[in-house]
């Protein structure tokens, strides 16, 4: 037969709180300070229930993160090379693709003010482009008077960009030509890349320089545009150890864990952090294989508490 706490007469429910209560003073007049706050901590709070993990052995690659912009890989500016030309009309604008060749704009009173030397570069009365590509920018007009070296258009040569990554000294001599790169532009999109050069200094103010990464696909992409990017610089995988991020925890600039004893109770520990992956951390220093961590719900706990293990 079980007899439930409420079908306890009150009476003596107030007998056994008097019985706790004498406990507590006796432990306490008695030298036993500690006894007697850990009876009132573990009546007054219950354990938390936790999930726990332990180190996990990866395969990962060493990465250097950067940010940046993707810009042309080149930008040819295009002018006019005479002056007192008239333009007659403006054949492209802003975005779009020409071909090497292709007519930009025409001239007026061509026959009359050009020599002969000037006539072949301007290919008789036209400007072309001067390579294939994309038209970044337009200040032709129709019917302006042209001037020798004033800009006209600027084209994308071969509608190629790259990405343009900022580093300090320190990142910039982990990289090598040819590297490896992951950049993520827009809503998620990673393009493949390669380390293209690597700035030979950095800026005296900002403390730092730049890599130029080539992108396997660019289309799509709008020039300007701010990225992310990963650079392989271990030259393929190496065994780590990790833990779920959601087990580490930081104050301030240090980073920490709650191991868990024996006795069920944690235990805050210091620990150095190395690179992420996904949800994932790697620990470099301060846990040993097998030990128990919690995993989640360790903002809520204090050095001493005791936590229920979820399996």
Do not use: C
């Not at 403390?207 to 130029?212: I, Q, S």
């Not at 104050?251 to 024996?262: Q, T, W």
């Amino acid at each position: 037969m079980k007899i439930s706490f409420n079908d306890v007469p009150k009476k003596y429910k107030i007998a056994a709180g008097v019985l706790l209560a004498v406990a507590v003073a006796g432990m306490l007049f008695g030298g036993g300070k500690e006894d007697a706050h850990a009876a009132v901590a573990a009546v007054s709070r219950p354990a938390l229930t936790v999930r726990t993990a332990v180190l996990q052995g990866d395969q990962w690659s060493r990465t250097l993160s950067a940010n940046g912009s993707i810009i042309p890989w080149q930008e040819a500016v295009i002018t006019a090379q005479v002056q007192g030309v008239r333009i007659s009309e403006v054949k492209v604008s802003i975005g779009d693709w020409v071909k090497q060749g292709d007519v930009l704009v025409t001239l007026d009173n061509f026959a009359r003010t050009l020599d002969e030397a000037a006539a072949s570069r301007t290919a008789q009365g036209r400007i072309v482009a001067p390579d294939d590509g994309v038209i970044s920018a337009a200040s032709a007009s129709a019917g302006s008077m042209v001037q020798p070296g004033a800009e006209l258009f600027r084209l994308i040569r071969k509608g190629r960009l790259e990405w343009r990554a900022e580093l300090t000294a320190d990142e910039l001599m982990l990289l090598r030509r040819g590297m490896d790169v992951q950049i993520t532009v827009g809503e998620g999109r990673v393009i493949k890349g390669t380390v293209r050069a690597i700035s030979p200094s950095v800026d005296t103010k900002t403390r730092y320089g730049f890599a130029l990464v080539s992108l396997s696909d660019s289309s799509g992409i709008i020039a300007g545009v701010y990225a992310n990017g990963t650079f392989d610089i271990s030259g393929g995988k190496r065994t780590l150890s990790s833990l779920p991020q959601s087990a580490v925890m930081r104050r301030g600039s240090a980073a920490y864990v709650l191991v868990v004893d024996a006795e069920s109770r944690v235990h805050e520990r210091s620990v150095k952090l190395g690179q992420r992956s996904a949800d994932r951390v790697e620990i470099r220093q301060g846990l040993k294989p097998g030990e128990v961590v919690v995993e989640t719900g360790g903002s809520f706990l204090s050095e001493g508490d005791f936590v229920q293990v979820v399996k």
